[in-house]
Every structure is written in structure tokens, then in C-alpha cells.
């Protein structure tokens, strides 16, 4: 049996869940617009971000903080807005899914407001710390930007089923021609397991194209993590 029969229904549709990490802060738009319905580019301004890090960064050379050199590598690929060493992915303001549930947690603990956002708040509130006025200055009180930048968020996991594969990339943006190659090879050394298995064992992440209705979208809460436990 190939592949794409294992994995894709006569419909064209993905027989496996796929989910997303995300926070309580963007819930209400996600059950408004479905996931990927409201891509808000200003929320991923880069320019923003960019006059953020310079002023941090001169911050450090007057002895004044350490945040730049301890997250200069994220920043910095960050703001280069793409796929890393080790296929890590810094594009942002696309719609991305992982075949990994326990992923998929993990990220919504560590990334409440999604990873672009999350490192944004932690870098802002550090400017606000040694520069409070140039930070005011920068993301004005009225943003909504602003407004989700000083949120509650709490982690939650969206699943998804049976997307079409037809608006469906690899994480890279690439085709899933690909990914099926690296599963067929994978289940030549894992013959006991059957390749949606596989798409769940391995951990594999998807580009989504379009939007997904909110009656297609659950959404489950996921607990804080405790020390030493681990709820997947």
C-alpha cells in the first residue's frame, strides 16, 4: 500500500488529527473567524520587534541588562522570519500544525501567546524594566497590541480532523511529497508500526493554507505543568 493511501481518505482528506498549541487569549477570535480566519500582520511587526532588540541590545553595553545576549540567537532568527538549522521554523503569521499531541502541550506551555508573541511580551516587559518611556513609546497603550502583549493567557491544544491535503505543506513550506518519502524510509527500520503511528511518534509539522471552520475545532485546556509530572 503507498503512502498517501495509508494517510489520505478517497476524499483527499488527512486520516490523522492534527493539532496546535496555543493560548486562552486567542480563543475567542479562533471560535469567531476559525483557526487562521483573522491573521492580524501587525501583530508580527518586525520593525517593532527590531527597535525592541536594538534598544535592549544598547541597554547590555551600558551594563543594564543581560536579555540580549542570553536571547539574541531566537531573536535574531526571529527576525530573519525563516526555516533554521535543523529545519526549525521562524516564519510567522501562517497557520502551523504539528502531528504530535504531546507537542502540541509542551508548546502551549511554554508559548501561551504563540512563540512569536510570547518572546515579543518577555522581551517588552524587559524594556519596561530599563527603558520604560522608550518602551511606552514604542507600543502605544491604545495597540491592540499592546492590549494582548499585558493578557492572561493560558495554554490550549486545538485538534483538527480531516484537513484536505491539497492546502496542506510540510512546516518548511514545502510539498508533503516529501514528508511521505521520510515516512516510508522511517518504516523500513519501524516495521511495527504503521505510519500514522509514525506521524505521531516522530512528530511532524504541517503549513496549513487555508482556514479551518470553527464547527471543525476542538479545544481542549491543558493543565499548568507541574514539577516532575508530566500530562500528556
Known amino acids: 500500500m503507498k503512502i498517501d493511501n495509508q494517510l489520505v481518505d478517497l476524499h483527499g482528506r488527512l486520516l490523522v488529527p492534527l493539532y496546535q498549541g496555543t493560548g486562552s487569549a486567542h480563543k475567542e477570535s479562533i471560535l469567531t473567524h476559525g483557526l487562521g480566519g483573522a491573521r492580524d500582520n501587525k501583530l508580527f511587526d518586525t520593525c517593532l ?7 535592549l541590545s544598547d541597554a547590555e553595553r551600558q551594563g543594564r541588562s543581560a536579555f540580549w545576549s542570553e536571547n539574541s540567537a531566537v531573536l535574531e532568527a526571529m527576525l530573519d522570519g525563516a526555516v533554521g538549522a535543523g ?11 504539528t502531528s504530535s499531541r504531546p507537542h502540541a502541550v509542551t508548546y502551549a506551555r511554554e508559548y501561551p ?41 493560558h495554554p490550549l491544544v486545538i485538534v483538527v ?3 484536505p491535503v491539497r492546502d496542506l505543506r510540510t512546516e ?10 521520510e515516512l516510508e524510509a522511517l518504516q523500513k527500520d519501524q516495521t511495527d508500526f504503521c505510519i500514522g503511528q509514525l506521524l505521531s511518534e516522530e512528530e511532524f509539522g504541517f503549513e496549513y493554507l487555508s482556514t479551518v471552520p470553527p464547527e ?17
Open 49 to 55: 520587534l527590531k527597535r525592541i532588540t536594538v534598544a
Open 87 to 97: 529545519g526549525l521554523n521562524f516564519r510567522y503569521g501562517g497557520l502551523y500544525l
Open 113 to 153: 501567546l504563540g512563540e512569536y508573541l510570547t518572546h515579543l511580551t518577555c522581551a517588552y516587559k524587559e524594556l519596561c524594566r530599563v527603558e520604560p518611556a522608550l518602551a511606552q513609546s514604542i507600543i502605544d497603550e491604545h495597540q491592540s497590541l499592546h492590549k494582548l502583549l499585558r493578557s492572561e493567557s
Open 161 to 163: 480532523d480531516q484537513l
Open 172 to 181: 518548511a513550506g514545502e510539498p508533503l511529497e516529501l514528508m511521505f518519502k
Open 216 to 232: 471543525s475545532i476542538k479545544i481542549t485546556e491543558v493543565s499548568p505543568l507541574e514539577k516532575g509530572h508530566a500530562d500528556f
